[in-house]
């Protein structure tokens, strides 16, 4: 159960992009959680991203900045430099990539960071890669991108799928929302939304993810946490 309630409710963002700003804000409004899954050799970057025939802003957030921008929230590894690990054969720069982002992270925030999000699209993780990270890393999650829209646990935290993408599948998170708010739990049920900010500049979808901030929010039945709260 999570702290007496048998349905948890937690978000998932990656990149570390400045929209995290407006994001983290609407989370807090909401007395909602997220974990922010960030790469540390990207940090203050400034770039755009040319995706679906849109050019989007996606800046990262200086180091000294994410302290205060994260606050109350979770900071998780998203690699050093977002490569797609299972393209990596050598073992070692793997373990690299997860582990000294996962260190510096740390250093940053000010306490261990311990989760993680694989980074890039398409098969991003396999069998080789979780197993890398369980036995040469203190990672003690990794969420992939794999919706299965879904509340149930799941036993293998280093190969975790998210219930839902907010970005592709607004319509089915506001479905499974109301599916989740109708639930009479017996047994613990998660709810899991990923996505990245910039995604919400892209498709001027704020409002509506707004809407479904607060209609999921305030219920006395489910608990409000990150995913370091909600897996572990």
Same mark, same amino acid.
């Given at each position: 159960m999570f702290q007496g309630k048998m349905k948890a409710i937690t978000f998932s963002y990656d990149d570390g992009v400045t929209q995290d700003i407006r994001l983290a804000e609407l989370f807090h409004k909401y007395g909602m959680k997220a974990t922010f899954n960030l790469n540390y050799n990207k940090l203050g970057q400034v770039k755009t991203l040319a995706r679906e025939n849109w050019s989007v802003n996606h800046s990262k957030n200086a180091p000294a900045d994410v302290p205060h921008i994260y606050a109350g929230h979770e900071i998780a590894g998203h690699t050093l430099d977002h490569p797609r690990l299972p393209d990596i054969a050598d073992d070692a720069e793997v373990i690299r990539?997860?582990?000294?982002?996962?260190?510096? =992270?740390?250093?940053? %925030? #000010?306490?261990?960071?311990?989760? &993680?999000?694989?980074?890039? @699209? #398409?098969? !991003? !993780?396999?069998?080789?890669? %979780?197993?890398?990270?369980?036995?040469?890393? #203190?990672?003690?999650?990794?969420?992939?991108?794999? /919706?299965?829209? /879904?509340?149930?646990?799941?036993? !293998? =935290?280093?190969?975790?799928?998210?219930?839902?993408?907010?970005? /592709?599948?607004?319509?089915?998170?506001?479905?499974?929302?109301?599916? &989740?708010?109708? =639930?009479? %739990?017996?047994?613990?049920?998660?709810?899991?939304?990923? @996505?990245? %900010?910039?995604? &919400?500049?892209?498709?001027?979808?704020?409002?509506?993810?707004?809407?479904?901030?607060?209609?999921? /929010?305030?219920?006395?039945?489910?608990f409000y946490g990150t995913n370091k709260e909600v897996l572990l």
């Open positions: 990539q997860v582990e000294e982002d996962r260190l510096r =992270l740390s250093e940053i %925030a #000010g306490y261990e960071v311990i989760g &993680f999000a694989y980074p890039c @699209g #398409g098969v !991003n !993780n396999d069998d080789r890669v %979780a197993e890398l990270i369980r036995n040469n890393t #203190g990672a003690r999650y990794c969420r992939t991108i794999k /919706s299965n829209h /879904s509340f149930d646990l799941q036993e !293998n =935290l280093y190969r975790f799928n998210p219930t839902v993408y907010h970005y /592709s599948e607004m319509d089915k998170m506001f479905e499974l929302g109301e599916q &989740f708010l109708a =639930l009479k %739990a017996d047994k613990p049920q998660i709810f899991y939304v990923w @996505g990245h %900010a910039y995604e &919400f500049d892209i498709n001027n979808n704020w409002d509506r993810f707004e809407e479904f901030l607060q209609m999921m /929010s305030g219920k006395d039945d489910i």
